[in-house]
């Protein structure tokens, strides 16, 4: 069965599921007549159209109403009538448009109003994504990579993340103790691996792969990942952030990018800040070396931003080079 199939299995399972529970309800025969008794259930539980022929033009309103009853108590006990009502009701909501339709906006309306069939809507929902997040692991990959762009992008979002987790740290113990565990077994780990020169060599030709990529947002200085930190603008100052903190290096999304953002995902998505501005922010100071301090770098001339290695030397003030020689080993020195 593939994805649509499961979906509309969901769906069917779902709908069957509520009228199963609508069918439990009692319903007092003496007080309500039995062709208004039957005709509300008909109308809350099938809407016109679902059957190819009408259960009143084939029963009466008494063979009606315990037929209801035996079919939905059939199928919460019966699992191979349950497939096959399941199955049935998947290939209807395929080929009928209409009943398609129908459903639709039958779940939409109940969703709406009801609120027992609502929480039992988004309880099933949750039960359903965790067992297929445990399960599909193409699905797993897709959440997870969903969940690392929404963190990136949506402030709101990571705030909400980063508090919510201190909260279960403050509060739960054994998650504190797990953290705590992890990151021993983790430093023991690292301590070893240290030791052994071939991870060392490793370790070394990684970061070399990394250059300089990160912007301090304040002194706009190009560094590595272990030299800057996030920049989190609510710890400072209104009038310092808002003069000190330059959100030009920061990649805001648009309709161009695709989905999901490289560039949203890379140092450019986030605001970096280097140890030092953030030391002079967090005292209430200004950075020496701020851009507002009349260092910030004009945009690079059109004329000039196709310029290949040779001609950036002839027209570069300052040329710096490097010369490498042998130094000469005097017999006498060992």
């Given at each position: 069965m593939d994805k649509s199939d499961s979906k509309l299995s969901e769906t069917v399972e779902l709908s069957t599921t509520v009228y199963a529970e609508i069918s439990q309800q009692g319903v007092d025969y003496d007080v309500?007549?039995?062709?208004?008794?039957?005709?509300?259930?008909?109308?809350?539980?099938?809407?016109?159209?679902?059957?190819?022929?009408?259960?009143?033009?084939?029963?009466?309103?008494?063979?009606?109403?315990?037929?209801?009853?035996?079919?939905?108590?059939?199928?919460?006990?019966?699992?191979?009538?349950?497939e096959t009502m399941k199955k049935k009701y998947v290939e209807k909501y395929r080929g009928n448009e209409q009943y398609r339709i129908q459903t639709q906006k039958r779940c939409?309306?109940?969703?709406?109003?009801?609120?027992?069939?609502?929480?039992?809507?988004?309880?099933?929902?949750?039960?359903?994504s965790k067992?297929?997040?445990?399960?599909?692991?193409?699905?797993?990959?897709?959440?997870?990579?969903?969940?690392?762009?929404?963190?990136?992008?949506?402030?709101?979002?990571?705030?909400?993340?980063?508090?919510?987790?201190?909260?279960?740290?403050?509060?739960?113990?054994?998650?504190?103790?797990?953290?705590?565990?992890?990151?021993?077994e983790q430093y023991k780990t690292k301590q070893m691996e240290r030791s052994e020169l071939d991870h060392v060599i490793d370790e070394f030709r990684v970061r070399?792969?990394?250059?300089?990529?990160?912007?301090?947002?304040v002194c706009t200085r190009l560094s590595f990942s272990t030299q800057v930190k996030k920049c989190v603008t609510s710890k400072y100052q209104t009038?310092?952030?808002?003069?000190?903190?330059?959100?030009?290096?920061?990649?805001?999304?648009t309709e161009e990018c695709l989905s999901p953002c490289q560039l949203a995902t890379g140092p450019t998505g986030s605001l970096w800040i280097c140890p030092t501005c953030d030391r002079y922010l967090t005292?209430?100071?200004?950075?020496?070396?701020?851009?507002c301090n009349k260092f910030e770098l004009d945009s690079v001339p059109e004329e000039l931003s196709n310029l290949n290695t040779l001609e950036e030397q002839l027209i570069a003030l300052t040329i710096p080079f490097m010369k490498v020689v042998p130094l000469r080993k005097e017999n006498n020195l060992e």
């Open positions: 309500e007549p039995p062709n208004k008794v039957a005709k509300q259930m008909y109308d809350s539980s099938v809407s016109s159209g679902d059957y190819e022929q009408s259960p009143y033009d084939v029963a009466s309103d008494r063979e009606y109403l315990p037929t209801c009853k035996a079919r939905s108590t059939r199928y919460r006990t019966d699992s191979v009538y349950k939409a309306k109940h969703y709406t109003t009801d609120e027992q069939y609502k929480a039992a809507t988004q309880k099933m929902s949750r039960v359903r067992t297929k997040y445990a399960t599909d692991e193409q699905h797993r990959a897709v959440v997870r990579r969903k969940s690392v762009v929404k963190y990136a992008t949506n402030q709101k979002h990571r705030t909400d993340v980063c508090k919510r987790s201190t909260d279960k740290y403050k509060t739960d113990a054994n998650l504190r103790a797990q953290i705590k565990q992890k990151a021993a070399c792969q990394e250059g300089p990529e990160y912007v301090c947002s009038v310092l952030r808002d003069l000190c903190i330059n959100e030009n290096h920061l990649h805001k999304c005292s209430g100071k200004i950075p020496l070396q701020a851009w």
